[in-house]
């Protein structure tokens, strides 16, 4: 029966079926994996939109997706301040997740490479083309899918943070598929992202107002809402960015992302002064089940928008918050909150409390406790605690992004503390003293009571510190939050035992033993070098630390007078201590005082802290000095320094009052003068004036101020002095040393307090060099280091002076200059080295050429320079991203702008950038030359600018003369395939199976 069935109709037929579904499988495998680019059919751009989506396309989304949920997860924001719109706005969380976007782009870079099709259609030429089959055949790209690879591709380069290469990826989308409004929009709006990422204000919201003057779709009104309200908040334009984020809270799917916004959303009500709208909108963040770190900030804000009548309820609240074991973790930020709710009903004493016990409490060194040490520092700042601020404005500084709008502010006060601090500790200290010597006895021991009940919990809390650190599995929650985490604790005590600055009481012992052999030193390269150094041997350089030192007191103090009194700040050596002892006293009698002198090394005796008191008329006299030299110095830093014009004046007055024996040559009324002058109150200005004509008419400041042309000099006076510097460096380079001496002089007598004065004596010196006289040579030079040693010119002076002392003798006659353009680079080898480098430049053009803006050091501003450049090449060349560097040579600095693969690409770059007559003026007075990376290495290694210069002139075309395409340099180098496509109008077809059908205009 089966047989007979096999060899009837129905078993024929069912054969037949079969035969031809595997016939047909077949022609579909020939065509799919056989069809070529080359070829541009219906079949072949379906056959390659699916092999496109379904092969390196999918493996470069799936990394691509990987890559923002692992910055998702990743991501650390600093609640305490206004969150960043996108979460790629935190720059830590930029680093996340940069291999999968690698790997994106690369599987997109493929999937363009395999599956582009440039190759035009056949055309019936029988049939008539219509304006839409013209616009057609016109494009560059007929693959319907590859549009989703060039977006994600540029959506890769923007989540790892490559805003210019994103930028330039989605100006090129726009060029390729302008006849697709949706494409278009969408990567108008992208690109606007990116200058919103950057700042670039202005070119995002233009790129906005195109969009709107089109006909902007509304599938994509809510990428416009996030450039907008990316711009308003970057701007702290929160009122204007609140319409806008709620647009996108309503398009945002995922609930920890809308949870995230909302609280973003709650920051702008509060920052607008809406608080019960900002209580409500935290409120929201609980329904979205978020992370329980975003959960608990949402609870700290809503306690901090709550009514002020409310402030009971929210201390107690927050009191509960920081008992809760969840929270052990973020009790920094519960005493922060508590903090700033003190601070707002004017209790400036609790609120620091809380601030300083948040600090303590933290378990994190992150950007949230460098708030709270700002928001400390600030306090100390404005109530003139500033020995206190230094040490929180320096915690601060190493836990908040450098990128933060305050941060020249934060740095720029740091070191104005720094420079402050042992003048204002000398002060605290020795008022302190003072004021323990006026006590009666019961008093002082009463201070001195408490403050060795304070060193003792002190060593206690030191003590279980250490325990926890030593033995974090026998300690309890309450000293080591962690505890349940044994991860976190066993990598803390790897990085405490290996790491030095993991350890805090390392890090500040080593900060004192640096500072008692070198002092207090500005952060800066090659810091060993200044002059301190330079003519000082080692014993007095450690000599002057020492006497630094001896100026300072502890860090460990506060605004009472017990903390003032610690027990380091009064542990100062006294010279009485360190006398010889008298050998005719009696064992006895030893004994005695050599227990007196434990006594006095023992923190907790009270003899410790007796030993420093000044008792004595002449320890009094010893404070006073001390005193005053700390009030007249702070006084001045207070005036110059910090503009704080009044506490200067107070300052000042102090020391007039306290210490009129005082003087310091007349530098007070002079400095009053100056203070009065500043604030514009002429009548106390001219008192001290007048005081200074009388009682001191030497000083060179009474002279300079009783000249009748002061006031002109003072508005005048630098531009005045720049010019006579530029020709006094003409005289010198002319060999006019006579002329150099005599402006020299002139200078000295006219503007003796002027900017270049440091410049003029050395160029006054080194004219007297070679004029032959010597002696005065090695006087003017060691002036010079000693008169400004923060001048650009110190340091070679007190270089020269150092080899005079070790020996060296100075070369006789006079220095040849010429010209700094004829100077050879570099060092020339020897003759037998020099077979092996070939100093003959090449003419080859197909290497690749770097365009070269170069300037005599010191000459022009870098900055400037850098931001017209950049700004230029990204208005010009969007799809172009050149890279742009500093090289510092011999005399002759280089800005050097590379990314050419060739002569003719730099000749075009260098010829449109003259035809632009903003940068002409810009770069005017410079010089610009294009080279090719093998003739500049030669010039670094021995050959002069003026041979290349001559070289060019020789062999390659002045600029101007040759005609190239220009559009050479708006095709994008790192993109695949670009080279293959035609040369007409960028118009393209789009083709998605799955999604945007209605993205068709024909």
């Given at each position: 029966m089966?047989?007979?069935?096999?060899?009837?109709g129905?078993?024929?037929k069912?054969?037949?079926?079969?035969?031809?579904?595997?016939?047909?499988?077949?022609c579909v495998?020939?065509?799919?994996?056989?069809?070529?680019t080359?070829?541009?059919?219906?079949i072949?751009?379906?056959?390659?939109a699916?092999?496109?989506?379904?092969n390196?396309?999918?493996?470069?989304?799936?990394a691509?997706?990987?890559?923002?949920?692992?910055q998702?997860?990743?991501?650390?924001?600093?609640?305490?301040?206004v969150?960043?719109?996108l979460?790629?706005?935190?720059?830590?969380?930029?680093t996340?997740?940069s291999?999968n976007?690698?790997t994106?782009?690369?599987?997109?870079q493929?999937?363009?490479?395999?599956h582009s099709?440039?190759k035009?259609?056949?055309?019936?030429?029988?049939?008539?083309?219509?304006?839409?089959?013209?616009l057609?055949?016109?494009?560059?790209e007929?693959n319907?899918?590859l549009h989703?690879?060039w977006?994600?591709?540029?959506?890769?380069?923007l989540?790892?943070?490559?805003?210019?290469e994103?930028?330039?990826?989605?100006?090129?989308?726009?060029?390729?598929?302008?006849?697709?409004p949706?494409?278009?929009?969408?990567a108008?709006?992208?690109?606007?992202?990116?200058?919103?990422e950057?700042d670039?204000?202005?070119q995002?919201?233009?790129?906005?107002?195109?969009?709107?003057?089109?006909?902007?779709p509304?599938?994509y009104?809510?990428?416009?809402?996030?450039?907008m309200?990316?711009c308003?908040?970057?701007q702290?334009?929160?009122?204007k960015?609140?319409?806008?984020?709620?647009q996108?809270?309503?398009?945002?799917?995922?609930?920890?992302?809308k949870?995230?916004?909302?609280?973003?959303?709650?920051?702008?009500?509060?920052?607008?002064?809406?608080?019960q709208?900002?209580?409500?909108?935290?409120?929201?963040?609980f329904?979205?089940?978020p992370?329980?770190?975003?959960?608990f900030n949402?609870?700290?804000q809503?306690?901090e928008v709550m009514s002020?009548?409310?402030?009971?309820q929210m201390i107690?609240?927050?009191?509960?918050?920081?008992?809760?074991?969840?929270n052990?973790?973020?009790?920094d930020?519960?005493?922060?909150?508590?903090?700033?709710?003190?601070?707002?009903?004017?209790?400036?004493i609790?609120?620091?409390?809380y601030?300083?016990?948040?600090?303590?409490?933290s378990?994190k060194?992150g950007?949230?406790?460098?708030?709270?040490?700002?928001?400390?520092?600030?306090?100390?700042?404005d109530?003139?605690?500033?020995?206190?601020?230094?040490d929180?404005?320096?915690?601060?500084?190493?836990?908040?992004?450098?990128?933060?709008?305050?941060?020249?502010?934060?740095?720029?006060?740091?070191?104005?503390?720094?420079?402050?601090?042992?003048?204002?500790?000398?002060?605290?200290?020795?008022d302190?003293?003072?004021a323990?010597?006026?006590?009666?006895?019961?008093?002082?021991m009463?201070v001195?009571?408490?403050?060795?009940e304070?060193?003792?919990k002190l060593?206690?809390e030191e003590?279980?510190?250490?325990?926890?650190q030593?033995?974090?599995?026998?300690n309890?929650q309450?000293?080591?939050p962690?505890?349940?985490?044994?991860?976190?604790?066993?990598?803390?005590?790897?990085?405490?035992?290996?790491?030095y600055?993991?350890?805090?009481?390392?890090v500040?012992?080593g900060?004192t033993e640096?500072?008692?052999?070198?002092?207090?030193?500005?952060?800066?390269?090659d810091?060993?070098?200044k002059n301190?150094?330079?003519?000082?041997?080692?014993?007095?350089?450690?000599?002057?630390?020492?006497?630094?030192?001896?100026d300072?007191?502890?860090?460990?103090?506060?605004?009472?007078?017990?903390n003032?009194l610690?027990?380091?700040?009064?542990?100062?050596?006294?010279?009485?201590?360190?006398?010889?002892?008298d050998?005719?006293?009696?064992?006895e009698?030893?004994?005695?005082l050599?227990?007196?002198?434990?006594?006095?090394?023992?923190p907790?005796?009270?003899?410790?802290?007796?030993?420093?008191?000044?008792?004595?008329?002449?320890?009094?006299?010893a404070?006073?000095?001390?005193?005053v030299?700390?009030?007249f110095?702070?006084?001045?830093?207070?005036?110059?320094r910090?503009?704080?014009f009044?506490?200067?004046?107070?300052?000042?007055?102090?020391?007039?009052?306290?210490?009129?024996e005082?003087?310091?040559d007349?530098?007070?009324?002079?400095?009053?003068f100056?203070?009065?002058?500043?604030?514009?109150?002429?009548?106390?200005?001219?008192?001290?004036k007048?005081?200074?004509?009388e009682?001191?008419?030497?000083?060179?400041?009474?002279?300079?101020?009783?000249d009748?042309?002061?006031?002109?000099k003072?508005?005048y006076?630098?531009?005045?002095?720049d010019?006579?510097?530029?020709?006094?460096y003409?005289?010198?380079l002319?060999?006019?040393?006579?002329?150099?001496?005599?402006?020299?002089?002139?200078?000295?007598?006219?503007y003796?307090?002027?900017i270049?004065?440091?410049?003029f004596m050395?160029?006054s010196?080194?004219?007297k060099?070679?004029?032959?006289?010597?002696?005065?040579?090695?006087?003017g030079m060691?002036?010079?280091?000693?008169?400004y040693?923060?001048?650009?010119?110190?340091?070679?002076?007190?270089?020269?002076v150092?080899?005079?002392?070790?020996?060296?003798?100075?070369?006789?006659?006079?220095?040849?200059?010429?010209?700094?353009w004829?100077r050879r680079?570099?060092?020339?080898l020897?003759?037998?080295?020099s077979?092996?480098?070939?100093?003959?430049?090449t003419t080859?053009?197909t290497?690749p050429?770097?365009?070269?803006?170069?300037y005599?050091?010191?000459?022009?501003?870098?900055?400037?320079?850098?931001?017209?450049?950049?700004?230029?090449?990204?208005?010009?060349?969007?799809?172009?991203?050149f890279?742009?560097?500093?090289?510092?040579?011999?005399?002759?600095d280089?800005f050097q702008?590379?990314?050419?693969?060739?002569?003719?690409?730099?000749?075009?770059?260098?010829?449109?950038?003259?035809?632009d007559n903003?940068?002409?003026e810009?770069l005017?007075?410079?010089?610009?030359?294009?080279?090719s990376?093998?003739?500049?290495?030669?010039i670094?290694?021995g050959?002069?600018?003026?041979?290349?210069?001559?070289?060019?002139?020789?062999?390659?075309?002045?600029?101007g003369?040759?005609?190239?395409?220009e559009?050479?340099?708006?095709?994008?180098?790192?993109?695949?395939?670009?080279?293959?496509?035609?040369?007409?109008?960028?118009?393209?077809?789009?083709?998605?199976?799955?999604?945007?059908?209605?993205?068709?205009?024909?």
């Amino acid at each position: 029966m089966r047989i007979s069935s096999f060899f009837d109709g129905r078993g024929m037929k069912k054969q037949h079926s079969i035969m031809c579904i595997v016939l047909c499988m077949m022609c579909v495998s020939v065509c799919f994996f056989s069809c070529s680019t080359e070829k541009n059919t219906a079949i072949t751009r379906r056959i390659h939109a699916i092999k496109a989506n379904y092969n390196t396309f999918y493996n470069g989304k799936v990394a691509y997706l990987d890559g923002v949920e692992a910055q998702r997860k990743g991501n650390k924001d600093n609640h305490l301040e206004v969150l960043p719109l996108l979460n790629i706005g935190n720059k830590q969380t930029l680093t996340i997740g940069s291999g999968n976007y690698e790997t994106a782009i690369e599987k997109c870079q493929k999937t363009i490479k395999q599956h582009s099709i440039t190759k035009r259609p056949e055309w019936n030429s029988k049939k008539k083309k219509t304006e839409k089959d013209r616009l057609w055949l016109s494009q560059r790209e007929y693959n319907p899918f590859l549009h989703n690879a060039w977006f994600l591709m540029a959506d890769a380069q923007l989540r790892k943070g490559e805003y210019l290469e994103a930028s330039s990826t989605y100006a090129y989308i726009q060029r390729l598929y302008f006849s697709k409004p949706n494409i278009v929009a969408k990567a108008r709006m992208m690109e606007a992202l990116c200058y919103a990422e950057q700042d670039w204000f202005y070119q995002a919201e233009d790129l906005v107002a195109k969009a709107e003057r089109d006909s902007f779709p509304t599938k994509y009104s809510y990428l416009k809402a996030q450039v907008m309200a990316d711009c308003h908040i970057r701007q702290k334009e929160y009122d204007k960015a609140i319409p806008y984020l709620q647009q996108i809270i309503k398009k945002q799917k995922g609930k920890q992302e809308k949870a995230r916004l909302y609280y973003l959303l709650g920051q702008l009500y509060q920052q607008t002064g809406q608080e019960q709208l900002a209580y409500n909108t935290f409120g929201k963040v609980f329904a979205k089940n978020p992370p329980y770190e975003l959960a608990f900030n949402a609870r700290i804000q809503q306690t901090e928008v709550m009514s002020k009548k409310n402030s009971k309820q929210m201390i107690n609240k927050l009191r509960r918050m920081a008992k809760s074991s969840k929270n052990k973790d973020y009790l920094d930020r519960v005493y922060y909150a508590l903090g700033n709710i003190f601070l707002a009903q004017t209790d400036t004493i609790k609120a620091i409390n809380y601030y300083k016990t948040g600090i303590r409490k933290s378990t994190k060194n992150g950007p949230e406790k460098g708030v709270i040490w700002l928001k400390l520092g600030q306090l100390y700042w404005d109530t003139y605690k500033f020995a206190e601020a230094k040490d929180c404005y320096s915690g601060a500084l190493g836990l908040l992004d450098k990128e933060r709008e305050d941060y020249k502010e934060i740095d720029e006060r740091s070191k104005i503390l720094d420079e402050l601090y042992p003048y204002a500790s000398a002060v605290e200290l020795q008022d302190s003293l003072q004021a323990l010597a006026r006590m009666d006895s019961v008093e002082r021991m009463a201070v001195i009571k408490i403050l060795i009940e304070d060193y003792k919990k002190l060593e206690k809390e030191e003590a279980a510190k250490l325990q926890a650190q030593n033995n974090p599995s026998q300690n309890s929650q309450a000293l080591n939050p962690n505890a349940s985490n044994p991860n976190f604790n066993n990598r803390n005590n790897q990085q405490t035992a290996t790491w030095y600055f993991y350890n805090s009481s390392v890090v500040s012992s080593g900060k004192t033993e640096f500072q008692r052999k070198w002092g207090i030193r500005e952060l800066a390269d090659d810091w060993r070098r200044k002059n301190i150094t330079v003519l000082k041997n080692e014993e007095d350089t450690e000599e002057l630390a020492d006497s630094v030192m001896n100026d300072t007191i502890s860090e460990n103090q506060t605004d009472s007078l017990k903390n003032i009194l610690s027990a380091d700040s009064l542990a100062i050596t006294n010279p009485a201590d360190t006398a010889t002892i008298d050998t005719t006293l009696t064992e006895e009698e030893l004994k005695r005082l050599q227990k007196e002198e434990e006594y006095k090394q023992d923190p907790h005796r009270p003899e410790y802290y007796l030993k420093n008191i000044p008792f004595t008329e002449e320890q009094m006299k010893a404070s006073n000095d001390e005193l005053v030299k700390g009030l007249f110095n702070s006084a001045i830093i207070y005036k110059d320094r910090m503009e704080n014009f009044p506490l200067a004046e107070r300052t000042f007055k102090r020391v007039l009052n306290e210490f009129p024996e005082y003087q310091h040559d007349g530098e007070i009324y002079y400095n009053l003068f100056q203070l009065y002058s500043r604030i514009g109150d002429s009548e106390a200005a001219t008192v001290y004036k007048y005081k200074m004509q009388e009682e001191y008419p030497e000083n060179p400041h009474t002279i300079l101020i009783s000249d009748p042309q002061f006031e002109f000099k003072g508005r005048y006076g630098k531009a005045i002095e720049d010019s006579i510097y530029q020709r006094t460096y003409e005289y010198y380079l002319a060999d006019k040393y006579d002329s150099v001496i005599i402006n020299a002089n002139y200078i000295e007598k006219e503007y003796p307090d002027g900017i270049n004065r440091a410049r003029f004596m050395f160029l006054s010196t080194m004219s007297k060099l070679n004029l032959g006289e010597r002696e005065q040579f090695l006087s003017g030079m060691k002036e010079i280091v000693e008169k400004y040693p923060t001048s650009t010119v110190s340091e070679l002076a007190g270089l020269y002076v150092k080899g005079l002392k070790e020996g060296r003798l100075l070369a006789s006659g006079t220095m040849d200059h010429g010209s700094i353009w004829d100077r050879r680079s570099g060092i020339l080898l020897d003759d037998a080295d020099s077979v092996a480098l070939d100093t003959t430049f090449t003419t080859d053009k197909t290497i690749p050429f770097i365009f070269v803006v170069a300037y005599e050091r010191d000459s022009i501003n870098e900055n400037t320079l850098l931001f017209e450049v950049a700004n230029y090449n990204f208005s010009n060349f969007a799809v172009r991203n050149f890279d742009m560097n500093f090289v510092k040579g011999d005399g002759i600095d280089m800005f050097q702008v590379t990314g050419f693969a060739n002569y003719d690409e730099a000749y075009i770059y260098i010829n449109k950038l003259k035809n632009d007559n903003h940068m002409t003026e810009v770069l005017e007075g410079l010089k610009m030359f294009i080279i090719s990376e093998d003739n500049l290495k030669k010039i670094m290694h021995g050959l002069s600018f003026s041979d290349y210069f001559e070289f060019y002139d020789n062999n390659f075309d002045r600029i101007g003369h040759l005609i190239f395409d220009e559009n050479l340099l708006d095709e994008p180098t790192d993109i695949p395939n670009a080279e293959d496509f035609p040369d007409d109008e960028t118009q393209e077809d789009d083709y998605d199976p799955t999604q945007d059908e209605d993205n068709f205009i024909f």
